[in-house]
Nanobody, 124 residues
Framework: QVQLVESGGGLVQAGGSLRLTCAAS????????MGWFRQAPGKEREFVGG????????DYADSAKGRFTISRDNAKNTVYLQMNSLKPEDTAVYYC?????????????????WGQGTQVTVSS
């Protein structure tokens, strides 16, 4: 069993930055591949990025490349999503997710564990 809790969301103006944090408990964090997803009203939950359990490989959606950075600190059982140059279209509920496997998945069904989500709102 894995519990995931996101934090760090909020309201920012376009061009601003936020750092989201996902804290994991209940299982050895280093064995879990972590992903970030987001979901805006009326839209599918979409992949943002993910980091392998080794921490050495990070995958990003095209919308995130060059602006977002994912990292993890296994000693703290924590994964981060640093978001810079935020745009109004980044507004969504952001979720962290975990899976037991070495590869980052890009689909919701690839993941076994989910956090409750944290709201990110970017004003223009």
């Amino acid at each position: 069993q894995v519990q995931l809790v996101e934090s760090g969301g909020g309201l920012v103006q376009a061009g601003g930055s936020l750092r989201l944090t996902c804290a994991a408990s209940g299982r050895t964090f280093s064995s879990i591949t972590m992903g970030w997803f987001r979901q805006a009203p009326g839209k599918e939950r979409e992949f943002v990025g993910g980091i392998r359990w080794t921490g050495g490989s990070v995958d990003y959606a095209d919308s995130a490349k060059g602006r977002f950075t994912i990292s993890r600190d296994n000693a703290k059982n924590t994964v981060y999503l640093q978001m810079n140059s935020l745009k109004p279209e980044d507004t969504a509920v952001y979720y962290c997710a975990g899976r037991l496997g070495p590869r980052v998945g890009k689909w919701v069904y690839d993941y076994d564990y989910w956090g409750q989500g944290t709201q990110v709102t970017v004003s223009s």
